[in-house]
């Protein structure tokens, strides 16, 4: 228990994180936001990043939760949070901190399958990927900034997705003969078998495109959905979108590259920014062009140079965890 008086304690990465340090990091992030940043500005941002650990680890948790934020974009919260930009954005920020603070014995102690440990079972950091076997022979490979917990019982096979994008291929082990194999989301859960398809877990809301076998879409509310191959939908925790053709953006993830078809810029950039660490930002005038292609995630630089040749932009590299694209 902190005693009284004492300067609160907020978390990152899952560990503690002195106050000081989380107002430190709003701060440096909201002059980035306003624009007016200078060269004496990010020279000195820098230096404290490199000065400690925690400051590193603060510095990514706002990225991470920032990105979080322009999910509600256009929602009464998002709007309340615009108002007074620089110092509302501030005390968001920090806000966010103290909330996982506050919450975080909770974290430990209530119901798994509503309320997650600090540390998933498996993990990809951004810019990562990975594979997991099960004991049934399922495979998961988990997509760039992904985490999953997995609880196989007597019962069922139950993998929670707690962010990020998953592919599956479930696998038909003995003992695991007709035990029921679901993924869980925050909105919802998908049952499957005999089936291969991923998964993708933002927000509010979940993708999901089936690559073989049948899938049953159940929000937490609503009628429930099942898939035919070749066919993806959404949902939030209210219901579920009807089912469309998958298209290629849904699965080429998979290979490694990302597909824009007649796609906003600052949409582009949302997707490659999932892909390194640090922030994408898109001016307005650059932001409303649109971009078509097929595109190598093994090198997100490589990415941006392609960019700036294909459209009338330019890209500034404040530092390597800060680009600028902006029109010309």
Not at 116 to 142: C, F, K, N, Q, Y
Not at 288 to 306: C, K, M, N, Q, Y
């Amino acid at each position: 228990m902190r005693r009284a008086g004492a300067a609160p304690m907020a978390y990152a990465g899952g560990m503690p994180l002195p106050a000081h340090v989380a107002e430190q990091a709003s701060r440096w992030y909201v002059l980035f936001m306003s624009g007016n940043d200078t060269e004496t500005d990010r020279r000195e941002w820098a230096a404290w990043r490199l000065a400690d650990p925690d400051h590193e680890r603060a510095w990514a948790h706002l990225v991470r939760a920032d990105g979080r934020m322009r999910e509600l974009a256009g929602t009464p919260a998002y709007e309340a949070l615009s108002v007074d930009r620089r110092a509302s954005r501030r005390r968001a920020l920090i806000a966010m901190f103290g909330l996982v603070s506050c919450t975080g014995a909770l974290l430990w102690t209530a119901d798994r399958m509503r309320w997650l440990p600090l540390s998933p079972d498996h993990a990809a950091g951004v810019g990562e990927r990975g594979e997991v076997m099960l004991a049934d022979g399922t495979r998961i490979l988990l997509n760039t900034d992904s985490a999953i917990d997995v609880r196989y019982d007597g019962h069922a096979r139950v993998v929670v997705l707690r962010h990020g994008e998953i592919e599956i291929v479930t696998g038909h082990a003995a003992g695991y003969a007709g035990l029921p194999f679901r993924v869980e989301t925050a909105t919802g859960q998908v049952r499957a078998l005999g089936t291969r398809f991923t998964m993708r877990h933002e927000g509010a809301q979940t993708r999901v495109v089936l690559l073989e076998g049948h899938v049953e879409v159940r929000p937490n509310a609503g009628a429930s959905l099942v898939l035919q191959p070749g066919q993806a939908t959404r949902y939030r925790a209210e219901g579920v979108e009807p089912a469309r053709a998958a298209v290629l953006a849904d699965t080429a993830w998979l290979r490694a590259e990302l597909a824009a078809d007649d796609m906003p810029l600052d949409q582009f950039m949302a997707e490659l920014s999932r892909y390194r660490p640090g922030l994408i930002s898109c001016d307005a005038p650059a932001a409303s062009l649109r971009i078509s292609g097929l595109f190598p995630l093994g090198d997100t630089d490589h990415v941006l140079e392609a960019v700036a040749r294909l459209l009338p932009v330019k890209v500034t590299r404040l530092t390597p965890y800060w680009v600028r694209v902006s029109a010309r």
